[in-house]
């Protein structure tokens, strides 16, 4: 479980004016209206979260005020209150324009701790829009600024949030336990216990990610003896709960799972008692008591839902299924899959959500910028304008300068606007090009033009399955990052492959490749096209296992089921798109794929009908399915040489 966020918004709640008194306000504005200038800011900040609308009221007249006794100070943290409040109200763009506005005010006074506020902050929007490289880039500027300012608490917040970002991906845990390091030491000068004990959980879990268990534990123990049983606590017992069962110390796991449940709910902390239980389920699932995982996945799933922890849900989902197919509970373990796939559809659409958004927000702030420029060009040659009629009559060399200069005002605003129209092209080509990676072609040029995609029945698809074989086997023997590289290269040849054949990818699920002929563009090929399609998968995996094998690693088998028949297509959701089919069509191919074997692929008779000239089959039996009665079965053997000679003559030309 990850516990890197526990800190990462603390620059949002510092005080709003800390650092300067009411009393040295008043020196310098010569009266009272400073004081009332922070009431409005104290006032402003304590409804950030209940009533951010009330919040900018507040800082709004707050800044009125501010302007009217020229008390530049006030000025900025109440444009500081209001970029919070937007952020509170996911408002991303608006916040980051008062948040610059703040920025520019505190930079014009020399206000070193509060640059470093507003630069903390802004890395925290760009944070929560999936731009890593923006947030570094804001909170190493914050960091700076900290720095000068001898601010250690603004310190000690960065340099946890610069380690948060680099937390995020394996490939860069170095570096965030560089910054989680430096940051550990202020956390103990300044007594900050929450912040001390969440910076020991992110580096235990670090080392326990690179498998150094005792250094680990080190940290661990180090953050409970900050926390005592308060909270926080639970984080920690969970992590060394987690620690011990990679270990196999089964006990020891159950014991420390079951101490952070109990504070978790001492505390009433919903989202840790549903880490706690999954923490609990995930031991019986490696001690093989899959009786008792389910009981604890069952309990955890409830308040997941009501909190709508879409990644703890993902977690509950794929484990309750695992469990009930080793349990023999197929029908449980196909529901639970289904609604695994379903959860890891709705984050992948989340992320990409975030890119759409970040993408969007670039496209507004630069054409927001275009427009202010453009009435900054007008104002001047209205301004000038006024100028050469007033001066005319001294001289026409004056006038006639005058002309040029707006003549060469007008050029430079046009390339201006030349330059920011080819900037804003290029940020809705990649707009585009994202919704294009998500949908099939002719479903987003139809989503583009109506706003909707209508679901389609398609009579004939044929609909392709692929699973590894012990695949939760040998997910046990390698490391995350070897199993997503391994999962990473397969799929990028399965979809060469598809392509290849005309083919559209659906989705993956877990170890599983599903995708179908016919659609959206119906193909009366689709039938060949897929069961060649799979041949050619199965060639490769053998190919590839050949290479394993000889570097001394373990293959991996693959299973491939095919079927034809009527689907439903169409767009899932209104905001976060996924394409998918349904019907009885997809359960059978999915059975035809379980009911498969190694390096064969294994159609359904309805296929064989299509294909039956063109490829060579042998008949295997029946399997029921739920709803369509049995299902005949065949293994294609190979293509036939009519066929090989019918389908390549089309490429000869003369």
């Known amino acids: ?95 980051l324009d008062y948040y610059r506005q703040s ?100 580096i235990g879990s670090i080392y326990a990610d690179k498998q150094d268990h005792a250094k680990a534990m080190v940290y661990f123990n180090k953050a409970l003896k900050v926390y005592g049983n308060a909270e926080g606590s639970q984080n920690a017992y969970n992590a060394i709960g987690e620690l011990y069962n990679n ?113 969007q927000n670039d496209f507004d702030l630069q054409k927001k910028q275009g427009e202010i420029n453009l009435l900054t060009k007008v104002k001047a040659l209205n301004e000038l304008q006024i100028e050469r009629q007033k001066f005319a009559r001294n001289a026409f060399a004056a006038g006639l300068g005058l002309v040029f200069l707006i003549a060469l005002l007008i050029f430079r605003n046009y390339r201006e606007k030349v330059k920011t129209n080819k900037i804003l092209d290029q940020q809705k080509v990649q707009i585009e090009n ?66 290849k054949y005309g083919l559209e990818k659906i989705k993956t699920i877990g170890d599983s490749y599903m995708c179908a002929g016919g659609i959206p563009t119906p193909d009366k090929k689709h039938a060949y096209n897929i069961v060649k399609a799979s041949l050619e998968i199965q060639e490769y995996i053998v190919l590839n296992n050949k290479r394993k094998f000889a570097a001394g690693l373990e293959p991996w088998d693959l299973r491939i089921g095919v079927h034809v028949g009527p689907v439903v297509a169409g767009v899932v959701g209104r905001k976060k798109y996924a394409y998918d089919i349904w019907g009885s069509t997809v359960n059978i191919a999915s059975r035809l794929e379980s009911n498969g074997e190694p390096e064969q692929v294994n159609i359904s008779a309805s296929v064989y009908e299509l294909v039956k000239n063109e490829f060579s089959c042998s008949y295997r039996g029946k399997i029921y399915a739920k709803n369509v009665g049995e299902v005949d079965m065949y293994f294609v053997e190979s293509e036939t040489s009519i066929s090989i000679d019918k389908h390549s003559s089309s490429t000869i030309s003369i």
């Open 103 to 202: 920025l520019n005010f505190f930079k014009e006074i020399k206000d070193n701790v509060g640059i470093a506020n507003v630069y903390s902050n802004m890395g925290v929007v760009y944070y929560e829009q999936g731009d890593d490289v923006k947030a570094l880039e804001n909170y190493l500027e914050s960091l700076k600024y900290a720095e000068l300012s001898g601010d250690k608490l603004r310190m000690l917040t960065t340099l946890n949030n610069v380690g948060g970002v680099y937390n995020n991906k394996p490939a860069t845990h170095d570096k965030a336990l560089q910054y989680y390091l430096l940051a550990l030491p202020i956390s103990e000068a300044l007594g900050r216990k929450v912040e001390l004990g969440a910076i020991s959980v992110n």
């Open 434 to 499: 994202l919704l294009l990676n998500i949908l099939p072609s002719e479903v987003a040029k139809e989503l583009q033009l109506k706003g909707q995609a209508t679901p389609r029945n398609y009579e004939s698809v044929s609909v392709m399955f692929t699973d590894f074989k012990s695949f939760t086997i040998h997910a046990d023997k390698m490391s995350p990052q070897q199993l997503v590289e391994e999962l990473n290269t397969c799929f990028i040849a399965f979809d060469n492959i598809i392509e």
């Open 247 to 359: 270990e196999k110390n089964f006990d020891l796991a159950l014991q420390n799972h079951i101490q952070a449940l109990t504070i978790a709910k001492k505390l009433n902390n919903k989202l840790s008692i549903v880490n706690s239980l999954i923490g609990l389920g995930k031991v019986y699932v490696k001690k093989g008591d899959f009786k008792n995982a389910i009981i604890y996945f069952k309990e955890a799933e409830s308040p997941a839902l009501e909190l709508s922890a879409n990644t703890q849900l993902k977690d509950i989902y794929e484990k309750m299924s695992f469990s009930y197919a080793y349990s023999a509970d197929y029908r449980n373990a196909f529901e639970y899959q289904t609604l695994f796939s379903n959860i890891k559809d709705t984050l992948y659409n989340i992320a990409n959500d975030k890119k759409l958004g970040s993408l």
């Open 1 to 95: 479980m990850n516990y890197k966020k526990l800190i990462l918004c603390l620059s949002l709640l510092s005080v709003s004016l800390k650092g300067w008194s009411q009393t040295d306000a008043v020196k310098k504005t010569g009266g009272g209206d400073s004081i009332l200038v922070n009431i409005l800011l104290d006032q402003s900040k304590s409804y950030f979260a209940d009533s951010p609308a009330k919040a900018i009221a507040l800082a709004v007249k707050a800044k009125g005020i501010a302007d009217n006794i020229h008390f530049p100070k006030g000025e900025a943290y109440a444009l500081k209150n209001i970029g919070i409040a937007y952020y509170y109200q996911g408002k991303y763009l608006e916040a």
